[in-house]
């Protein structure tokens, strides 16, 4: 099992910043990937970005590159969200999650494959 805690989330205005972080605990040695996903109140959940826990690899979906880097610390077991440029768009919940399947070339933006999840952080963007 890995459990994940996210962290970092809040209220901002439009352009403003925000980190946000998620702590992985348990069989981390397990994990392939790390993504990021948000869900806005009445929407489905989106990915919103990824990143390889050996390695650098990156991938991001197209409404927030150039805005968005997601990024690790393996000595902390942190995956790290820096929002920049923030749009009352980018309002939602925003989860971490854990992909263990190993192997898989590219990036999973499928919600269902992520097998852990942690409880998520709420990121309103007044304008």
């Known amino acids: 099992q890995v459990q994940l805690v996210e962290s970092g989330g809040g209220l901002v205005q439009a352009g403003a910043s925000l980190r946000l972080s998620c702590a992985a605990s348990?069989?981390?040695?397990?994990?392939?990937?790390m993504g990021w996903f948000r869900q806005a109140p009445g929407k489905e959940r989106e990915f919103v970005a990824a990143?390889?826990?050996?390695?650098?690899?990156?991938h991001y979906t197209d409404s927030v590159k150039g805005r968005f880097t997601i990024s690790k610390d393996n000595a902390k077991n942190t995956v790290y969200l820096e929002m920049n440029s923030l749009k009352a768009e980018d309002t939602a919940v925003y989860y971490c999650?854990?992909?263990?399947?190993?192997?898989?070339?590219?990036?999973?933006?499928?919600?269902?494959?992520?097998?852990?999840w942690g409880q998520g952080t709420q990121v309103t963007v007044s304008s």
């Open positions: 999650a854990a992909d263990t399947t190993i192997g898989v070339p590219g990036f999973r933006v499928t919600s269902g494959v992520y097998e852990f």
């Open positions: 348990g069989r981390t040695f397990s994990i392939y990937a």
């Open positions: 990143i390889r826990w050996s390695g650098d690899n990156t």
